[in-house]
């Protein structure tokens, strides 16, 4: 079974910065692709960012593009997810998620994209 534990979350001013990390763990981990997604109070759990396993392609949503940015660590099965300037309004819960290695990149976006998912990691940006 596969693991995600994510790390570095915290209290932060606004047009500060932040980074979360995501340790994957499991008697064999492979993945087609990870990303962190985020879930304010109230609100649908939203992408944030993915990369793939193979490729190091990124991928933003449109919100954090400039700001954010996703980078992995192969050989250490982890994922960074590097917050500047962070606004009040990416305040949430942040979710690292993994998709098992068949998946296609198709999903990426989604949720439903993802087969783990590790416990989130609370942000909150003070104004």
């Known amino acids: 079974q596969v693991q995600l534990v994510e790390s570095g979350g915290g209290l932060v001013q606004a047009g500060g910065s932040l980074r979360l990390s995501c340790a994957a763990s499991?008697?064999?981990?492979?993945?087609?692709?990870m990303g962190w997604f985020r879930q304010a109070p109230g609100k649908e759990r939203e992408f944030v960012a993915a990369?793939?396993?193979?490729?190091?392609?990124?991928f933003y949503a449109d919100s954090v593009k400039g700001r954010f940015t996703i980078s992995r660590a192969n050989a250490e099965n982890t994922v960074y997810l590097q917050m500047n300037s962070l606004k009040p309004e990416d305040t949430a819960v942040y979710y690292c998620?993994?998709?098992?290695?068949?998946?296609?990149?198709?999903?990426?976006?989604?949720?439903?994209?993802?087969?783990?998912w590790g416990q989130g990691a609370q942000v909150t940006v003070s104004s």
């Open positions: 998620a993994a998709a098992r290695q068949s998946r296609f990149y198709s999903g990426i976006h989604y949720r439903e994209g993802y087969d783990y």
């Open positions: 499991g008697r064999t981990f492979s993945s087609s692709y």
């Open positions: 990369i793939t396993w193979s490729g190091g392609i990124t």
